[in-house]
T-cell receptor, first 114, second 111 residues
Framework: EPEVTQTPSHQVTQMGQEVILRCVPI?????FYWYRQILGQKVEFLVS????????KSEIFDDQFSVERPDGSNFTLKIRSTKLEDSAMYFC????????????FGPGTRLTVT | GQQLNQSPQSMFIQEGEDVSMNCTSS?????WLWYKQDPGEGPVLLIA?????ELTSNGRLTAQFGITRKDSFLNISASIPSDVGIYFC???????????FGTGTSLTVIP
């Protein structure tokens, strides 16, 4: 069964450093998402991406963040100048709207900023 | 952003019991999704709902799209220990493809 994959599973970085989180969405899906989940809290929307551009973004997704689809399979989230409060689980998700709005999540990347 | 409130916040039940939880919003949604999340893992999609009043089942799970379109319900029948986890609802408005997530219901099943 097709699934969303994410790498790395765990990333430790020092405050101020840049990180890139990677995702491979399900191959025939058209919409791609990044979400954040701080430990013990709900899942928070960051950004959606469709047709090679940002479709929607939340107030969390400021200039510190950027997304890219560098090739036909990968979808990345870059976080510049990381802060302690960026420590969270980051989930990628993808959706194929031709058969409904079923959004599938990857296993997540745990980002720890020290 | 949109506020989706789930209740109860947590549940402790005996194995074999049925479970009911709900998700409410002040806004009208066009799509409701229900997810289960295990610790340290990504949410797993359980059920998708698209029409007001729709009732959809997935094994022992049944979810309903509220007729006001501002709420949704999830029922689990004959709970088993592997049902333990956090259940999230997610809703999509009429415009856009952003999903708003609920606050979650934590389920503990006592063998």
């Amino acid at each position: 069964e097709p699934e969303v994959t994410q790498t790395p599973s765990h990333q430790v970085t020092q405050m101020g450093q840049e990180v890139i989180l990677r995702c491979v969405p399900i191959s025939n899906h058209l919409y791609f998402y990044w979400y954040r989940q701080i430990l013990g809290q709900k899942v928070e929307f960051l950004v959606s991406f469709y047709n090679n551009e940002i479709s929607e973004k939340s107030e969390i997704f400021d200039d510190q963040f950027s997304v890219e689809r560098p090739d036909g399979s990968n979808f990345t989230l870059k976080i510049r100048s990381t802060k302690l409060e960026d420590s969270a689980m980051y989930f990628c998700a993808s959706m194929q709207t031709s058969q409904g709005y079923e959004q599938y999540f990857g296993p997540g990347t745990r980002l720890t900023v020290t | 952003g949109q506020q989706l409130n789930q209740s109860p916040q947590s549940m402790f039940i005996q194995e074999g019991e049925d479970v009911s939880m709900n998700c409410t919003s002040s806004s009208i949604f066009n799509t409701w999704l229900w997810y289960k999340q295990d610790p340290g893992e990504g949410p797993v999609l359980l059920i998708a709902l698209y029409k007001a009043g729709e009732l959809t089942s997935n094994g022992r799970l049944t979810a309903q799209f509220g007729i006001t379109r501002k709420d949704s319900f999830l029922n689990i029948s004959a709970s088993i220990p592997s049902d333990v986890g956090i259940y999230f609802c997610a809703g999509r408005l009429n415009t856009g493809n952003q999903f708003y997530f609920g606050t979650g219901t934590s389920l503990t099943v006592i063998p």
